[in-house]
């Protein structure tokens, strides 16, 4: 079989971009660059030394990283897919002859941003960019959370107990290998008569451009209700909060009114204390303007490939939902900027 010539493979570029390429959009919508000094500041006591190959362009290493998220592939299947499909060539910009770098290589870098909590820094930094295109948060803040679910951990009940208990169990410190295959961090969660085991994934996002604003990441034993005050945006233009009957209570009544914000929280019914039909009415309305923040969830799950991660402990769990909710916002910055004629230079 003959080789692809220059002309073949631009041939084929042209073609794929005629099907619609997302990658090659997305690429030509964001300006990567913006990233390169949170990038260059987690990196700095990661240095290799002289011997050896030059180290991968971190801008480059990032942008694998949001491939990743994009299609949630694993490492394995990141290194596979990037010498498989062309598409995913043209978004890293590179060539037949280039080198990809291996899974190893790209959970070394991952892992090295996750415990400078770097990508935080890097999802911060990109909403700055937002505010600069004029995309800046406004007309009130949307709060919800989802469960994010990890690989099962198949342990005792005495296993768990311990853990609970923020203790390690004594046959596992004697077996180095398995207890770093052990999440000691996540938690079970029982949501609507299903066992879940993960964590979850707090989110606020502003009503004008459902764009996530603020999210926390916690076990999925977290109430969502222990969560809003961390997530509030002081800086949404807007003073209205809308979440689910489940953050409503006294303390974040006070909390909210405390920052000078207005209750939009769906009001709770009970066994005994039915809603009233004044109630019931406005609760209508509030489920309506609220329920863009679950496409956020459910853009996560149908078209970056679900929300499922493989991770171990909640520093590297914060990482991969991080770069989730920083993917979505990339994907909805598109979305928005889709008749613009042409990009800030800022």
């Known amino acids: 079989m003959a080789q692809p010539g220059f002309f073949d493979l631009?041939?084929?570029?042209?073609?794929?971009?005629?099907?619609?390429?997302?990658?090659?959009?997305?690429?030509?919508?964001?300006q990567w660059e913006t990233?390169?000094?949170?990038l260059a500041k987690a990196l700095r006591k990661f240095k290799k030394s002289n011997a050896g190959r030059k180290p991968y362009d971190s801008v480059f290493m990032f942008k694998i990283l949001v491939l990743q998220s994009l299609y949630n592939l694993s490492d394995d299947q990141t290194e596979f897919q990037i010498k498989d499909r062309l598409s995913f060539m043209r978004f890293l910009d590179l060539d037949f002859e280039d080198s990809v770098p291996d899974a190893k290589t790209l959970w070394l870098f991952r892992d090295t941003l996750a415990n400078k909590r770097a990508i935080d820094k890097l999802f911060k930094k990109f909403n700055r960019y937002l505010d600069r295109e004029g995309l800046i948060a406004r007309q009130g803040q949307l709060i919800d959370a989802s469960l994010v679910p990890v690989p099962a951990q198949r342990n005792t009940r005495e296993e768990n107990t311990r853990i609970k208990q923020g203790e390690t169990p004594e046959d596992w410190k004697k077996q180095p290998h398995k207890l770093?295959?052990?999440?000691?961090?996540?938690?079970?969660?029982?949501?609507?008569?299903?066992?879940?085991?993960g964590y979850k994934n707090h989110v606020n996002a502003d009503r004008k451009h459902k764009l996530i604003r603020t999210f926390d990441v916690t076990p999925a034993s977290v109430h969502d209700s222990q969560v809003l005050e961390q997530i509030l945006d002081s800086n949404n233009t807007g003073k209205q909060v809308w979440a689910d009957s489940a953050y409503r209570s006294e303390e974040i009544d006070q909390t909210l009114k405390k920052r000078g914000l207005k209750n939009e929280i769906k009001y709770k019914g009970y066994r005994h204390a039915p809603l009233s039909q004044a109630k019931q009415e406005i609760n209508k309305k509030r489920s309506s303007i609220r329920a863009p923040v679950e496409h956020i969830f459910g853009f996560?799950?149908?078209?970056?490939?679900?929300?499922?991660?493989?991770?171990?402990?909640?520093?590297r769990a914060r990482a991969k939902i991080g770069l989730m909710n920083l993917a979505y916002n990339m994907k909805r910055y598109v979305y928005l900027t889709k008749n613009k004629p042409e990009l800030s230079t800022a």
């Open 180 to 197: 770093r295959q052990k999440d000691t961090d996540a938690r079970w969660v029982k949501k609507n008569g299903q066992s879940y085991y």
């Open 10 to 30: 631009d041939n084929r570029y042209e073609s794929i971009s005629k099907l619609g390429d997302p990658l090659e959009v997305l690429d030509r919508s964001i």
């Open 300 to 315: 996560q799950k149908n078209s970056l490939g679900g929300k499922f991660i493989r991770t171990v402990g909640s520093i």
């Open 35 to 38: 990233f390169r000094p949170v």
